[in-house]
């Protein structure tokens, strides 16, 4: 992971910050790292944002890398990232632990090259350079895209950019390939006609986000996580159960158009699921994957990662 950073320059990095719910001024506080549009913006389109016995302070970031090294920092209790980038904390030793995990099919990651680039195929791949985030899902598809076509992972080059940043390299021919996840790959193929040349479904990837909660707010606020857990839990099979409703709040948030958010949502459908041993062992092959390519130092045991205890407010 990055150097540490001070908690007052991880918020201050952070995009935004606010508060939800409508709890007493008194009230215990939930510390939430999230990214646009993400587990806030859940929340809120399902209702489940209403009558919060508790305050939740939201810290947005632009990508899940700084939003873990806040949590690192302790300037978080809970980070909502995917699993290549938490595997890559956690694997790194921050203080947390997994406390619920949400599964979709991964076909909302992408490696995408702009609509006339010659690269066709994973085995195009061969000597380019790719734009993503060190230890993201975007990176964990491109290294799993190699090891499937038999290339080992020195066969590309990456330049780690936050996606904005991206964008602009692929736009402007710095990059040959962005690998990238959600709103930004649905955005891409429907508004800059970008092509997919590699998705993470069939098994590319596991398709897991998690919450990550921080050791002391385990400890500490055990029954402020417990709600949350269970709202992001309803909250997620009411979005796939009302996909329109959802994509309609979401492109408002977010500042997309309806038809982005819809296919960003339709693409990857997502719920929450328990922490069962079909989740830890899909968890260490990520692991494994960023260990044999060298982003991870040493073999680690995931399921030390994990904390079930939380399990039964998915169903909740």
Do not use: C
Request: glycine share 10%; proline share 5%.
């Amino acid at each position: 992971m990055s150097p540490p950073l001070t908690r007052r320059a991880l918020v201050a990095g952070a995009a935004a910050i606010a508060t939800m719910g409508r709890a007493r001024a008194d009230a215990p506080v939930l510390r939430l790292g999230d990214q646009k549009g993400g587990l806030a913006a859940l929340l809120h389109a399902a209702g489940e944002a209403d009558a919060l016995p508790y305050r939740l302070e939201i810290a947005q970031f632009p990508a899940a890398a700084p939003l873990l090294e806040a949590l690192n920092a302790g300037a978080i209790d809970i980070a909502w990232a995917g699993d290549a980038p938490t595997t890559f904390a956690l694997a790194n030793g921050v203080p947390a632990h997994i406390v619920s995990a949400h599964r979709s099919n991964g076909a909302g990651t992408a490696l995408l090259v702009k609509a006339d680039s010659p690269v066709r195929s994973v085995a195009d791949l061969r000597g380019r350079q790719i734009g993503t985030s060190r230890g993201s899902i975007g990176q964990a598809l491109a290294i799993a895209a190699l090891r499937a076509n038999n290339l080992p992972p020195d066969s590309v080059g990456y330049a780690y950019l936050l996606p904005a940043d991206a964008k602009a390299a692929l736009e402007a021919g710095a990059i040959d390939v962005w690998a990238s996840w959600g709103v930004f790959v649905a955005q891409a193929v429907l508004v800059d006609r970008d092509r997919v040349v590699v998705d993470g479904s069939h098994g590319l990837l596991s398709g897991l986000g998690y919450l990550a909660a921080l050791d002391s707010a385990i400890a500490d606020k055990r029954p402020l996580l417990h709600d949350l857990v269970g709202r992001a839990a309803r909250a997620s099979r009411w979005a796939v159960a009302n996909v329109d409703a959802y994509a309609r709040y979401w492109s408002g948030v977010v500042g997309v158009s309806f038809e982005v958010a819809r296919l960003s949502f339709t693409t990857a459908p997502t719920l929450a699921v328990p922490i069962d041993a079909g989740v830890v062992a899909d968890q260490q092959r990520t692991a494994d994957l960023y260990t044999g390519a060298g982003l991870i130092a040493r073999h680690v045991d995931v399921a030390t990662f994990f904390d079930a205890s939380f399990n039964d407010a998915v169903g909740a």
